[in-house]
């Protein structure tokens, strides 16, 4: 595998911290939205966005595109800033996030230029994938379909059956991810509902199962590569995450799951803590 | 009466199959019921166009919608308590929402699902799926209106529910390829009430408007079978000349076609009507000509209620 220049792995930790300072001023613009879980994914869409998908943002609607299906719908503020900065649409619009007249939905909805599947009720995303993928069986045509998952959200059934389902039709050309952060609305994930050994109940779902640090860059775009190497299985990253990451009091607190900054305080903080990350990258 | 009996569900397949030839981006989806929904039928002229998910009805949904964004045109079928009852938040916000190009045609609605029992008679199917947004509902009366629904609904864009029974039904209408969607049809004229009917209830409705001529009474019969949107003109129509509405449907009478019927009446020209159909109860094991006598949906059923509805003053 060809060593990925340091140029880019900074590029994309830097796209990562643009998409988490958005996320920081969507919510906090809006009064509402999910900044954990937008934050824990902030790498994922970073790679995804900036190197890993085949997408034409002057051309939403290519047959041949990749497909990527946010499951976890309510990390919008960062697909959608993700989706901005790529230049699907302006990036002021961002701003707009929540608002009466904007098309930018509390979640991800099919009117957003680049939006593959309308998401928001969690455990149908990877079902809509597997329909994207079994598609591009039929056509035979090349694109692959990412769908990023959360951990939280793997606790619905349906999931299993998608999972089931894609490792029964052999398909290669999906590469599911799971943001395991940890933390869902109300807890810990563990203390709801037990997930692990996450790892060996996906690789006994049929899947190649990769275990990675979700915020290294350079362990997403190599999982994926190796994900893309498969002749007859679907693919799952399990990305161990921070929930909240990049804010320090955000960071593993189920309160921020569905919380904005609560306060001028709060959002200055955020602010200037995506700062200095961002002079240490 | 004279008809000729036909399996609805039979002529669903061969629909399948025909349309199958013409389109190539038609896909087909069931959750292991496909040889009772004839979707099987399908499935043996186009094995590579047929994804038979196994028991996953909300999976099924969500694969649907992946399908269709891509381009497809995607039935699915299952039993209708399944189908919109297992999988209607995957139905609310992968298909209705988006308004994908899905056809939802499920077998076996209402009570005349027979021996199986309240599990799997689905009697609020037709509620539900009034409901959403973006959801057009259609209920065929006979066999050769499903052949003109299913060619029609695969011919428009976006989400349809197509509600069928697994009974045989008797061919009301004749075979050919016009389906007036969202407009209802005079099946019987009349002028003293009018009885507007939905699928199978249709027929029986026919029967009792015979029996009823006998005694004077005569009944006007309503083939209703675009339940959303409804054929407003005609509710209205109907109400001003013959002064009194009675519904009758294979379907609980709240949230069914009765309540279509009703908000019509009292938004634009209130008359007497009653709703006849299942009462808010669910049903129970029996053979389905059994059943229907037993809930008063068979002929001598409407009948009294005609007349029960004939005794208030207008």
Not at chain 1, 249 to 278: D, F, V
Not at chain 2, 29 to 35: K, V, W
Not at chain 2, 85 to 110: C, E, F, M, W
Request: with cysteine.
């Amino acid at each position: 595998m060809a060593e990925v220049p340091q140029y880019k792995i900074r590029e994309l930790r830097l796209k990562a911290n643009d998409i988490r300072r958005w996320v920081i001023e969507m919510t906090w613009r809006a009064k509402s939205g999910h900044p954990g879980g937008s934050l824990s994914a902030a790498e994922i869409l970073s790679v995804l966005y900036f190197h890993e998908l085949r997408i034409d943002p002057k051309n939403p609607d290519w047959p041949d595109r990749d497909r990527f299906v946010l499951s976890k719908g309510h990390a919008s503020p960062a697909y959608y800033a993700a989706l901005a900065m790529r230049g699907f649409f302006p990036e002021d619009e961002l701003l707009n996030f929540r608002k009466l007249g904007s098309f930018l939905q509390g979640h991800p909805s099919l009117i957003v230029p680049g939006v593959d599947m309308c998401t928001g009720s969690l455990g149908q995303g990877l079902s809509a994938a597997v329909g994207m993928a079994i598609a591009a069986k039929m056509d035979n045509r090349d694109y692959r379909v990412y769908a990023l998952l959360g951990d939280g959200e793997i606790q619905e059934g349906a999931v299993w059956e998608a999972a089931m389902c894609a490792s029964t039709h052999s398909l290669n050309n999906l590469i599911a991810i799971v943001d395991r952060n940890m933390i869902q609305l109300d807890d810990f994930t563990d203390r709801m509902v037990k997930l692990d050994p996450l790892e060996e109940k996906w690789h006994s779902f049929g899947w190649n199962v990769f275990s990675i640090n979700g915020h290294d860059v350079r362990q997403i775009i190599y999982a994926l590569e190796e994900a893309k190497k498969s002749d007859n299985k679907p693919s799952v990253v399990i990305a161990h995450t921070v929930k909240g990451k990049g804010v320090s009091y955000m960071e593993n607190s189920p309160k921020y799951h569905g919380k904005p900054p609560q306060n001028e305080e709060e959002y200055k903080t955020a602010i200037r803590e995506l700062e200095e990350a961002r002079r240490g990258i | 009466m004279n008809w000729e009996y036909e399996s609805p569900r039979k002529a669903y397949g061969e629909t399948l199959v025909e349309l199958g030839r013409e389109m190539d981006n038609l896909v087909v989806m069931d959750a292991d019921l496909s040889t009772s929904t004839k979707t099987a039928m399908f499935g043996n002229a186009f094995p590579d166009r047929f994804i038979n998910v196994g028991l996953q009805e909300q999976n099924m949904m969500g694969i649907a919608a992946g399908l269709a964004t891509t381009g497809k045109v995607v039935f699915v079928s299952s039993f209708a308590v399944f189908a919109t009852g297992r999988a209607y938040d995957q139905i609310r916000q992968s298909i209705a929402y988006p308004k994908l190009n899905v056809k939802i045609v499920a077998t076996h609605g209402g009570v005349t699902v027979g021996e199986d029992g309240a599990s799997h008679q689905m009697i609020e199917d037709v509620g539900l799926m009034c409901g959403l947004p973006n959801m057009r509902v259609i209920v065929p009366v006979d066999s050769n209106e499903v052949r003109r629904v299913i060619k029609f609904v695969a011919s428009e864009n976006g989400p349809f529910y197509v509600r069928l029974t697994r009974t045989a039904l008797p061919n009301l209408t004749e075979n050919d390829d016009s389906f007036h969607f969202g407009k209802a049809t005079i099946m019987r004229d009349g002028s003293d009430i009018t009885i507007i009917a939905m699928g199978i209830e249709v027929s029986y409705s026919l029967m009792a408007a015979e029996m009823l001529s006998k005694e004077g009474i005569d009944a006007r019969v309503i083939n209703m079978s675009t339940i959303k949107p409804i054929d407003k003109d005609a509710i209205v129509k109907a109400a001003r000349e013959t002064g009194r509405i009675l519904t009758v449907e294979d379907h609980n009478i709240y949230n069914g076609l009765g309540s279509r019927v009703a908000e019509v009446l009292v938004e634009n020209y209130p008359v007497p009507m009653r709703r006849h159909g299942m009462k808010d109860v669910f049903g129970v094991s029996g053979k389905w000509n059994a059943l229907l006598e037993h809930y008063g949906l068979d002929a001598k059923g409407i009948a009294n209620e005609v007349r029960n509805l004939m005794e208030v003053k207008i």
